[in-house]
């Protein structure tokens, strides 16, 4: 899932400026698992720059909504209204959905409450760790289900560096080795012959090389069209 974590309530305000109807607009999937930007916490963001703005000198009207998914047209279509009526847009949604906001809105002024960090996954109560890059043309298949790309330090291919040491990254003692975790799980599964075979450098043209991606599934659109 897509991993965030809110920015500080000075750079939201900072953003928000001289606004008088401001609407938090929360996102309930990805940053609502990783506590981000739910329901709840679009009801407190929105709560504190009511109180903040109040101390300041001056009120704001701030009001919050929750949608299912920000980066679906359909569940914004549900607070056009809202949005219609608002000074401001904050999105505690991931970059997706602040674009997507403003993108469908746009008349409306959109700016986002969140940093979008990575893609990951829930390692223990309060605690998300990046497993993927994203990079297009995925290779779990050849490493046991472990990504080189985004779990080493380096991105490398072919085995771990000089650096490694005692099953860690030089960076620190507290990061794991990818390859290290590849080895192991390859050793395992009785998998070690994959160590072998030699990587050609990755080609990097499915990642950005080539501006925004785009993935259009044709059986999908022609499904949409005879419906």
Known sequence: ??????????????????????????????????????????????????MSS???GYEKAVQDVTVQRQCEWEYLDEVANQVKEADLIVSLGC???????AEHFPDSWV???LNTSFLGLPTEQGVWMERCAACG????????????????SKSLLNGPCGGSEDGHCEISPEVPCAWQL?????????KLDALLELRLPKNWRASR???????VREDLRLAAEEE
């Open 1 to 50: 899932m897509i991993i965030a974590e809110q920015k500080p309530l000075d750079e939201i305000k900072s953003l928000v400026g001289n606004a008088q109807n401001v609407l938090v607009v929360g996102c309930g999937t990805c940053v609502t698992v990783c506590f981000a930007g739910g329901t709840r916490e679009a009801a407190i963001l929105s709560a504190s720059l009511r």
């Open 54 to 56: 109040k101390l300041d």
């Open 95 to 101: 970059g997706i959905g602040v674009q997507a906001i």
């Open 111 to 113: 700016v986002p409450g």
């Open 137 to 152: 043309d995925c290779i779990l298949g050849l490493t046991g289900g472990i990504c080189p790309i985004a779990r080493c």
């Open 182 to 190: 590849i080895y192991d799980r390859l050793s395992s599964m009785d």
């Open 209 to 215: 090389d080539g501006g925004p991606r785009k993935i």
